[in-house]
């Protein structure tokens, strides 16, 4: 049998190396095993609430994506219209070394969207803070091109167009498009009784500030030197908290404002497209295939071991 031959007349460097490989796929497998198997029972006993009645904690949600009002969410490299995208581009490089030639994709640039969306049910609106999320979108799109920055994608991006473009960069890109159904998992937070948060969007609106440095100082800069000092930055924070504060009064008028963020203590938050039913399915087979994973990783070491170890004694 080939896999026996190889497992006694390898040399003990490949031999070792081999089933370290293959151990730690086995560890690996088994690892994703228990987390797959734990989202799908936190998603299956987790009761879905609405926006109007939600507890302050760890909670789930269903409704749709929408945009907020204000400045249009697009994708950096299609330039669809969307509530999240993730996208990365890479080209291709070649080395050449002793004779032979080497083709390699080398990622050159990747990004997520951190913008805020809403999450709208029947009952009421909640805002979704993407930062730190497990997404799975509704557009998964990949093709290749001749510029770094496409600007657009093709219309067909199938396995057989992706198979057959060509171009020394390849794009992929996932998005969340504006009413897409959505389900949420994460921390439930109503904005107007946090003040973690009010610190956050004060601290958010600080550094948006302090890109347009000639703004900041134009507005702040009190004595005149050209210069921000403690005070004066004391007093731009004083500003910027009256402007989060009035911002809020005016989008909430009278209405609890409610935020759901990536919860504490490292538990999963979660954003999905698929339905809970399915996404625990999904979880639930993933965990299984994990488990075959790790059983058939496991046996062959220990068989490997066996024969190459007791072959020796």
């Known amino acids: 049998m080939l896999f026996r031959d190889i497992a006694l ?30 989202r799908a029972r936190l ?17 789930e949600l269903e409704g749709r994506a929408q945009l907020m009002d204000g400045e249009p969410i697009h994708a950096p490299l299609s330039g669809a219209r969307c509530v999240w995208y993730s996208y990365k581009v890479e080209k291709q490089e070649t080395d050449f070394e002793d004779g032979r030639s080497t083709t390699r994709w080398q990622t050159i640039e990747s990004g997520v969207s951190e913008a805020i969306f809403h999450l709208e049910d029947d009952t ?67 904005l107007g009784a946090d003040s973690v948060t009010l610190h956050t969007e004060v601290r958010d609106l600080l550094s948006r500030w302090k890109q347009n440095r000639s703004e900041l100082i134009k507005r702040f800069d009190t004595d005149g030197n050209s210069e921000i000092d403690a005070e004066e930055w004391e007093l731009a924070r004083q500003h910027a908290e009256r402007e989060v504060m009035a911002s809020w009064r005016e989008k909430t008028r009278q209405t609890e404002f409610h935020l759901m963020k990536n919860p504490d203590y490292g538990r999963p938050y979660l954003l999905s497209v698929i339905p ?8 639930r087979r993933n965990a299984w295939i994990a488990v075959m994973g790790f059983l058939i990783a496991g046996s062959s070491t220990t068989w490997a071991l066996h024969l190459r170890l007791g072959s020796i004694l």
């Open 9 to 38: 007349q390898s040399s003990p460097q490949h031999f070792w190396l081999a089933i370290g490989f293959t151990g730690l796929v086995g560890a690996a497998c088994f690892y994703l095993a228990f987390r797959w198997l734990h």
């Open 43 to 59: 998603i299956a006993d987790t009761p879905t609430a609405k926006v109007r009645s939600a507890a302050q904690g760890y909670v």
């Open 124 to 190: 009421g609106r909640c805002i979704v803070d993407p930062g730190g999320a497990e997404v799975t979108p509704s557009i998964r799109v990949k093709w290749r091109g001749q510029l770094a920055r496409p600007g657009y994608a093709p219309q067909q991006t199938g396995f057989w167009n992706s198979l057959f473009s060509s171009g020394p960069y390849r794009y992929t890109e996932y998005r969340i498009q504006p009413n897409d159904p959505l389900y949420v998992i994460g921390q439930f937070v109503s």
């Open 276 to 283: 809970q039913e399915k996404l625990t399915e999904r979880y």
